[in-house]
């Protein structure tokens, strides 16, 4: 598959992509431990780039595709905790940077503010529902797309302290001159 194409067709990680982000995930439970079968943590990252990539609930994870959605979301959860998916992020933004060259030239910052009834850590009354609690996204990308920087702030956070986070979290390191 060109590198390219993996852009706008990924389901299942592919192997260059996949050799990249396995050392990233820790050990999986070695074969012939007591307890349950292991799940392959290839399987479980395929299955959650399927939600991400369907936008489904966990419980709607094809089954005999993955695993059971209690297991993919366990691990996901264990991941989120120990920051496996920025650290992972970083990995692909440099091996996308390698392969098209992140466009330092052009980038869109853009933002957008969301309900967030169940609270949370990033969550603040928000200007546009009265009140109501919600959270305020930030997204930078390059002329492709590709996400470079995202926060995640209270909805009630002014844009301007917003972008200026956004700008200063970009997950590579930016070249020093632009050609």
Known sequence: MSSKAWILTIW???DDLWSLIAPIL???KAP???GRT???YRLVFDAIVYVLRTGCQWQALPRLEYAPASTIHGVYRKWVKAGVFEQAWQVLLQYYDQQL???WKWQSLDGAITKAPLGGEATGPSPVDRGKSGTKRSLLCDRRGAPLSLVVTAANTHDKSVALETLDGIMVERPEKLI
């Open 12 to 14: 299942h990680i592919p």
């Open 26 to 28: 820790g050990s999986e």
């Open 32 to 34: 012939g431990t007591r």
């Open 38 to 40: 292991p799940t392959s």
């Open 101 to 103: 060259g992140i466009d």
